[in-house]
């Protein structure tokens, strides 16, 4: 898994920046309510994300957590004292907390399925009655997008899915969930090209790869026989699945 502390200068501009942040935020915030209340984003990263919640909803009183330090500290700079350190799996807030909790880009970064159970749990816990819990599901399905570079990287290893959405929807339920709708939005500038592709197995981003894997520059060396090694093949289409807290009957 990737240093997050190391990546977060580097975070933003590797990941779509403004544009894949813009995308994201508009689809969390048609998965939501729009009325008065309390949002948590949980592992808000940066803050990209977060401030665009924040902005758009002025009503939402905006929360981010993050446990990676170095993200928590340049995300407190764009939401100044709204942002604080803290683990997804034991949030520090009182049961029925918040309105809505979101959750970009973080399921499929957990080691197993206990992971998994326990940030949804977490995050169910802190939700009021009638709240809703919005997050990412199936990202490295969505980088696979049907191109050239995906044949060659076909039979590379890889790690169980741990925001497979059926997963998630089952951990969802054991917490006491409900489903509430779908969306999808577009990773802007994240196509991936042949030679940005061999940069990223050889930074260690395909986690079942290190760069010292033989594997790796055998892989390197048929995307590098790949035509336009420059061009960007198509954006990803990352989805988000949303779930409702019942209220007390």
């Excluded at 905006?62 to 500290?73: F, K, S, Y």
């Excluded at 340049?74 to 309105?99: E, M, Y």
């Excluded at 290893?157 to 089952?170: F, I, Y």
Aim: hydrophobic share 45%; glycine share 8%; with cysteine.
């Amino acid at each position: 898994m990737l240093d997050y502390d190391e990546e977060a200068d580097a975070y933003d501009a590797s990941r779509g920046g403004e544009p894949r942040a813009e995308a994201a935020a508009a689809a969390v915030l048609g998965l939501i309510p729009d009325r008065p209340g309390r949002l948590l984003d949980v592992a808000c990263g940066t803050g990209l994300v977060t401030r665009r919640l924040a902005a758009a909803r002025p009503a939402l009183r905006v929360t981010g957590a993050d446990l990676a330090a170095a993200m928590a500290r340049r995300a407190a700079r764009r939401l100044p004292g709204a942002v604080l350190r803290a683990d997804g799996r034991r949030l520090p807030f009182a049961d029925a907390s918040f309105d809505a909790v979101t959750g970009v880009w973080l399921l499929h970064l957990l080691p197993g399925p206990a992971e998994v159970r326990a940030v949804v749990a977490e995050c169910a816990r802190v939700l009021r009655p009638g709240g809703v819990y919005v997050t990412t599901v199936d990202k490295a399905v969505a980088h696979d997008v049907g191109s050239d570079i995906d044949a060659v990287l076909a039979l590379r290893p890889r790690r169980p899915a741990q925001d497979a959405a059926d997963a998630v929807t089952g951990h969802a339920l054991a917490a006491g969930l409900l489903p509430a709708g779908q969306a999808a939005f577009p990773g802007h500038g994240q196509g991936r090209s042949p030679r940005s592709t061999v940069a990223d197995l050889r930074r260690g981003w395909f986690t079942l790869l290190p760069p010292d894997d033989p594997r790796t520059e055998e892989l390197a060396a048929r995307l590098a026989r790949l035509p336009d090694q420059d061009r960007r093949r198509p954006d990803p289409a990352f989805r988000l699945h949303a779930f409702r807290k019942p209220t007390d009957t």
